[in-house]
């Protein structure tokens, strides 16, 4: 079993940037068949919909929506995914949520979500 925990979300002006930290209760990667942590989001009336991916090797996947915007990054020593998100738009309020996600079957864990408000 794996808790993840997202913190960093707030009220911010249109433009403004936050940054996003989502903590894990364990080393993810070291799990065999977690192989990616994502960031995921969900506005009111809306489903929940990709944000940004990092795989064990680093490598980084973005929705069309926020690629050149935002940056996900992982610290391995702290078990910790960060998602930085600048210029924001008060497109971008939602829920984000943390997850934890298999090779083949997508998110197998998620965290409660954090917050997002973005005024115009």
């Known amino acids: 079993q794996v808790q993840l925990v997202e913190s960093g979300g707030g009220l911010v002006q249109a433009g403004g940037s936050l940054r996003l930290s989502c903590a894990a209760s364990?080393?993810?990667?070291?799990?065999?068949?977690?192989?990616?942590m994502g960031w995921y989001r969900q506005a009111p009336g809306k489903q929940r919909e990709l944000v940004a991916t990092?795989?064990?090797?680093?490598?980084?996947n973005y929705s069309d929506s926020v690629k050149g915007r935002f940056i996900i990054s992982n610290d391995n020593a702290k078990n910790t995914v960060y998602l930085q998100m600048n210029s924001l738009k008060p497109e971008d309020t939602a829920v984000y949520y943390c997850?934890?996600?298999?090779?083949?079957?997508?998110?197998?864990?998620w965290g409660r979500g954090t917050q997002v408000t973005v005024s115009s």
């Open positions: 997850s934890a996600n298999d090779a083949t079957r997508g998110p197998r864990y």
């Open positions: 364990t080393s993810v990667f070291s799990i065999i068949r977690l192989n990616a």
């Open positions: 990092i795989t064990r090797g680093g490598s980084t």
